[in-house]
């Protein structure tokens, strides 16, 4: 019950309880030629996240840690073609077409803590992380 009216005979009180949240500008970090990187959430909240791997190569797989508790793998790579995970929704796509038969994850990619602990298999990508921060 959010709304809760108090009476007595010669006052009321009334509480009421709000529940929202503030969502910020898109944020982006990009990174490119490591294996391992932190990211540090701008927000007080944890928030999902876009993630679009772009690999200077053909791969048979690319390995994303730090965003799901198990790691993301991505297989079926192919050189200068992007694959996109929307942790908003849940989807995975390439070229506009569901990339979801080669993409293992058991969670939406999501920014938890307030700095990411990130691991890539390969340095040969760009890997782009977009998200909303959010604050109560």
Do not use: C, H
């Amino acid at each position: 019950n959010i709304a809760q009216v108090q009476r007595s005979k010669t006052r009321q009180k009334l509480t009421l309880e709000f529940r929202g949240y503030l969502r910020g500008e898109m944020q982006r970090q990009q990174f490119q030629g490591v294996t391992e990187a932190q990211l540090k959430r701008v927000g007080a909240r944890p928030t999902p996240v876009i993630l679009t791997i772009s690999p200077e190569v053909d791969m048979d797989s690319f390995t994303i840690g730090g965003l799901t508790e198990d790691p993301i793998v991505i297989s079926n790579l192919s050189a200068a073609v992007s694959v996109t995970i929307d942790g908003r929704d849940g989807t995975a796509w390439e070229r506009g077409v569901s990339k979801g038969a080669d993409v293992d994850l058991w969670e939406p990619p999501a920014l938890r803590d307030s700095v990411a602990a990130l691991k890539f298999s390969r340095g040969d990508a760009l890997v782009t992380v977009d998200y909303w921060p959010v604050w109560l």
